[in-house]
């Protein structure tokens, strides 16, 4: 079964920048609405940012300003550039594709493996 996966995680310092990327594992036609979450150590995942097929954005407070979600149709990835990062930003972050509905993202069972972002103060 075709999978997102995720790469561009890593350490950085506060204040950095990553550019998280989520791919697909194999060949397929399409992808609708495309999120990506994030899940620290003892906490629940939660969502990031999320894009729908034309290019709406629904993204968390804690992030909004710094994080853009972009996607690229033609090559069925979204991306996840993250700025300013903060130590409160460490977390696996997971793609996932879904569904979007009058303006929410809704999540489905098709999740990548998850890129871990580390960033130290």
């Known amino acids: 079964q075709v999978r997102p996966v995720e790469s561009g995680g890593g350490l950085v310092q506060a204040g950095g920048s990553l550019r998280l990327s989520c791919a697909a594992s194999?060949?397929?036609?399409?992808?609708?609405?495309m999120g990506w979450y994030r899940q620290a150590p003892g906490k629940q995942r939660e969502l990031v940012a999320a894009?729908?097929?034309?290019?709406?954005?629904n993204s968390a407070d804690s992030v909004k300003g710094r994080f853009i979600i972009s996607r690229d149709n033609a090559k069925n990835m979204v991306y996840l550039q993250m700025n300013s990062l903060k130590p409160e930003d460490t977390a696996v972050y997971y793609c996932?594709?879904?569904?979007?509905?009058?303006?929410?993202?809704?999540?489905?069972?098709?999740w990548g493996q998850g890129t871990q972002v580390t960033v130290s103060s």
């Open positions: 996932n594709w879904g569904r979007w509905r009058s303006g929410t993202y809704y999540p489905s069972n098709y």
């Open positions: 894009i729908s097929p034309g290019g709406s954005i």
């Open positions: 194999g060949s397929i036609t399409s992808i609708g609405a």
